[in-house]
């Protein structure tokens, strides 16, 4: 039976560089939505509830673009890439619309609600871009290049989340204004989005042009092949139910941990921020130039972050045991994360923000390759991966819905979210060692 083949590095490589477009878009909202909501005029304890809409469009959206494109075959254009060309025109636009929620003349409801609604379909859009991605690997690329292959992803996805978290920082640098007047978002921000916004469409039809995807011929061939691996017959063309039981059991498992993981990094999100704007420019006033240059450095920040991650990455593989290097990458990142609100030095704020990355390593690379390995073989592979996406949104709505009421608990102090991001990852890393990470076999 034909097996799927072994792909070069350059076609690796164009299968998820789209990818590097999308992610400048997601750093862009990752970075900078508490900075426009604040901005705004949003109450630092209503921050968390913004970040409800990002996750919860993702957990319905990216299900949905999974199932239907297992069902979709467009000839030249695949099944993936349809859903990867709207989402990504689609989030263009929005990208364009959305820092400028404050500059309409609506009152400051009128914004919030304009900002809110264009954060919903930003999100949407980039949810919609997203995915394909991870499914293309799990489609195109087999079991022995698959680490290899989301390694390149997270790659990718650390070089876009560099780009998109410097661009507020360099457009103020290159004397973009960086301030603007009460409840307007700052020039410096509106052009990040503008520029984020053409990379990621030229970065899609790079994709777009040089990859073919598998036809539904091609892909019965393959999983057949896969499944009758270890079988006692070679005309199985699905997977056994010992095999969706193994398979069932490490999406749950891996999914625990996810679950803390995710909740940590949506604190890290909402409250770096307020929380740098407190420690080391001694400001909450959302208004004053301090918050502004604190929302800067957030981007530079995070930029650390995205180098740490690609570092780490080349390490990550080093490791004989990929459960082990996946623990050690969180208990790194909750140990950066506790850091953070004792730092008052800018530039020390390198060293937590740098750790962190290593966390954000293992949680590109490793969970994906865990379950598309335990799914090798299933024709739905696609709506796997999109339901999988739930173990990344539900702990992300879980934690905003809660963030309020955990912030005031906490004594309003924002540093102490962070603490609690912390402990969530070393949870997180202590559950690590439940997954069933070895594919069963009959």
């Known amino acids: 039976m034909k ?171 290159i004397g973009i204004a960086n301030i603007a007047p009460e409840g307007v978002v700052p020039d410096s921000v509106k052009w990040s989005f503008y520029v984020g916004a053409a990379i990621l469409i030229l970065c899609v039809i790079y994709t777009i042009s040089h990859v073919k995807e598998y036809t539904p011929a091609e892909m019965a061939e393959f999983n057949a092949a896969a499944n009758a691996d270890g079988q006692n017959t070679a005309s199985a063309t699905e997977m056994s139910a010992e095999q969706k039981k193994h398979a069932i059991r490490v999406f749950f498992e891996v999914g625990l941990v996810q679950f803390f993981c995710w909740a940590a990094f949506m604190y890290m999100w909402t409250y770096t921020n307020g929380t740098i704007a407190d420690t080391v420019w001694g400001t909450t006033d959302a208004a004053s130039e301090g918050y502004q240059q604190a929302g800067n450095w957030v981007g530079i920040l995070f930029a650390v972050q995205a180098i740490g991650s690609v570092l780490w990455a080349v390490v990550l593989p080093q490791f004989k045991n990929i459960k082990v290097a996946y623990a050690l ?11 953070v609100p004792y730092i008052h030095n800018q530039y020390l704020l390198f060293v937590p923000y740098f750790l962190i990355g290593f966390a954000w390593a293992a949680m590109l690379a490793m969970p994906f390759t865990m379950v598309t390995n335990a799914f090798e073989g299933s024709s739905r592979m696609g709506t796997a991966l999109g339901l999988f996406n739930c173990t990344i949104c539900l702990p992300q709505i879980i934690a905003a819905a809660l963030g309020g009421v955990l912030l005031a608990v906490m004594g309003s102090v924002q540093g102490n979210m962070l603490l609690l991001a912390g402990i969530l990852l070393i949870v997180g890393a202590a559950c690590v060692f439940i997954i069933e990470d070895k594919k069963h076999k009959n």
């Open 3 to 173: 097996t799927k083949p072994d792909l070069k590095f350059s076609q690796l490589w164009n299968i998820s560089f789209g990818f590097f477009g999308v992610q400048i878009a997601y750093a862009l909202q990752s970075a900078n939505i508490s900075r426009i909501f604040a901005t705004l005029g949003a109450d630092p304890h209503n921050l968390s509830y913004f970040w409800i809409l990002p996750p919860l469009m993702g957990m319905v959206v990216q299900p949905l673009v999974g199932y239907f494109s297992d069902k979709t075959w467009l000839g030249r254009w695949g099944r993936r890439i349809p859903y990867l060309l709207i989402g990504a025109t689609a989030a263009v636009i929005v990208m364009c619309l959305l820092p400028n929620a404050g500059s309409f003349g609506l009152t400051i409801a009128g914004a919030m609600i304009f900002g809110l609604i264009a954060l919903m379909f930003l999100d949407t859009s980039i949810n919609m871009a997203m995915q394909p991605f991870k499914m293309m690997v799990g489609d195109m690329v087999n079991e022995k290049q698959k680490a290899k292959a989301y390694s390149i992803q997270s790659f990718l996805c650390n070089a876009g989340s560099l780009v998109g978290y410097i661009f507020p920082f360099l457009f103020t640098a």
């Open 329 to 339: 990458s969180l208990v790194i990142g909750g140990i950066g994360f506790a850091m």
